[in-house]
């Protein structure tokens, strides 16, 4: 048997379109999980899915709001129909915002409740009975370091990640006596398309010189590689990891705890 084997096991994955999902649904097909990639922009979901079925993975795409209990609801059901089980939750799908209070409308603040912390709370309601019913079933919420110092300009970004991370603890402890287990992982910068999107509308022209300024903000001296989150996340799932749950795990290049 391989390290941090999936095999079988049935895992929903919310944002897995692109970035750290896109990683992280290419990474558990190719532990052997049946993915379920949910995903709000159904063209960029079907490509993933389209891709990893191609190479072999087992994956099937699900067109999902995650603010919207609706449908989060009834994809779960279809998912536990189809399957007979819900082995995994990765709740990834997320949005971000810059800037201070006082420039955050309550537009901006509503949007960012709504798919950060709304969007999580819906998609464990969704699952949770399911994990219960068979006494078994893992939940891993994607929270930041913005959860754990205060970042500039962050405000409502910020705010839902430490609602994410207080989640994730007091999921943990309702439900030990169903051996379900929730974690959360807390990455800092990580290059995807956000990042180079960011940099590109922001920083015309200096591109380069901006991602070298930003990368270095870890004291490591660079960002996460998606794939490097997607690994720490399918340990976490696997039965290896059976003794670990209620924490939050920074994968971060030392920014927490090294920065001066």
Known sequence: MKAFDL??????ITGGGSGIGEQMCRVFAEAGAYVQLMEFNAEKGQAVADSISDQGGKVKFRSVDVSNQQQVQASCQEVFAETGRIDILINN???????????????DFDRIYQV???????????V????????????????SVASMVGLPDRFAYSTSKGAVELMTYTVARDYL??????????P???????????????????????????????????????VEIA??????????????????????????NLNT
């Open 116 to 126: 950060n912390i709304k969007g999580v709370y819906n998609c464990m309601y969704g």
């Open 177 to 186: 006596e169903y051996n379900i287990r929730c974690n959360s992982i807390a």
């Open 7 to 12: 095999t079988d096991k049935v895992a929903i």
């Open 188 to 226: 800092a910068r990580v290059h995807t398309p956000f990042v180079d999107n960011y940099l590109k509308q922001h920083y015309p022209g200096q591109e380069q010189e901006m991602y070298e300024q930003l990368s270095k903000t870890q004291p490591i001296g660079r960002m996460a590689k998606p």
């Open 231 to 256: 690994n720490l996340a399918r340990y976490l799932c696997s039965d290896e990891a059976s003794f670990l749950t209620g924490t939050n795990y920074p994968i971060d290049g030392g920014f927490v």
């Open 93 to 107: 799908a997320g949005i971000s915002h810059i800037g201070k209070l006082h420039e955050t409308s309550e537009a």
């Open 128 to 143: 949770i009975p399911f994990m219960m019913e068979q006494k078994n079933g893992v939940i891993i919420n994607m929270g």
